[in-house]
């Protein structure tokens, strides 16, 4: 690893950190432009251009960006193949909107930071270059092999849509829609609340949260509880699905019989006639 290396990459975290704080928040576009502006910083150096495409790439994947994912797949081999090479493009921004082999203006703070970091910057042996491209490559790999073994749910999983909330002060029912909706087509879901006893629950209000476990982010948009229709049932919109597999639904419950929660699995599938 390059003294380079080792200075700029604060600087490509900080931009790292940014875009998954943006993405968690639902802001993607903004969250796509601190990963180019990490791949600006970092991608003359091996090991950080190659871990700034990784998470360009499972950026994609978790988005549901088909031609994203495809152009960060072969980047990926590039960047482990051409960077120790000093084959790198000054100012590229990394996705697949653009060439991988095209120059463009580096922003005037992102200039600063890369001319810090080359003061410092000095090269390690040939052979410590080589095996850290194998390395890096390897990883790839291997993570690209893991992130297959884990996009199917577990096999026990408990896919009920009806079930009793984690004290037991209510049952809840999850209702979908009769159609299974595009992926990330916005729609609207049902919650039915009544007491243990069959009750309907009335003038409760509903936190929601939830996400993909075996991707680790949430749910892509920020789904709420809108209106009360009748005989304890609600109107949860704002819902989408940014890619296939399994998703959880999570409600955080107060009514009238107290604070109460209910997490739901559900796996989405590719509906009919768009596989």
């Not at 009920?160 to 209702?175: D, I, P």
Request: hydrophobic share 40%.
């Amino acid at each position: 690893m390059t003294n380079f290396a080792i200075l700029i990459k604060p600087n490509v975290q900080a931009e790292l950190d940014a875009a998954a704080s943006a993405e968690a928040q639902g802001h993607f576009y903004t969250a796509f432009q601190h990963l180019e502006r990490a791949h600006v910083l970092g991608h003359p150096a091996t090991g950080e251009h190659v871990r700034i495409h990784w998470r360009m790439f499972r950026f994609a994947v978790r988005n549901g960006l088909a031609g994203e994912v495809f152009g960060q797949a072969w980047r990926l081999v590039a960047a482990s193949l051409f960077t120790p090479l000093g084959l790198v493009p000054r100012g590229n921004t990394g996705g697949s909107d653009v060439s991988g082999f095209r120059r463009m203006p580096v922003p005037k703070d992102l200039q600063e930071n890369i001319q810090s970091a080359r003061a410092g910057r000095s090269q390690v042996n040939a052979f410590r270059r080589v095996s850290a491209t194998f390395v890096f490559v390897g990883l790839a790999v291997l993570a690209t092999l893991g992130m297959g073994g884990c996009s199917s749910p577990p096999k026990d999983l408990d896919v009920a849509l009806e079930k009793q909330s984690a004290a037991g002060f209510y049952r809840v029912a999850l209702m979908p829609p009769a159609q299974a909706p595009a992926i990330n087509q916005m729609h609207s879901w049902k919650v039915k609340l009544v007491t243990p006893d069959g009750t309907p629950v009335h003038g409760a209000k509903f936190g929601v949260d939830g996400g993909m476990p075996q991707h680790g982010h949430g749910l892509p948009t920020q789904p709420r509880v809108t209106r009360e229709l009748a005989d304890g049932t609600y109107q949860l919109d704002g819902m989408k699905f940014s890619m296939t597999g399994w998703w959880e639904v999570k409600l955080d419950i107060q009514g009238p019989q107290g604070s109460d929660k209910v997490t739901f699995n559900t796996v989405v599938e590719m509906p009919k006639g768009r596989q």
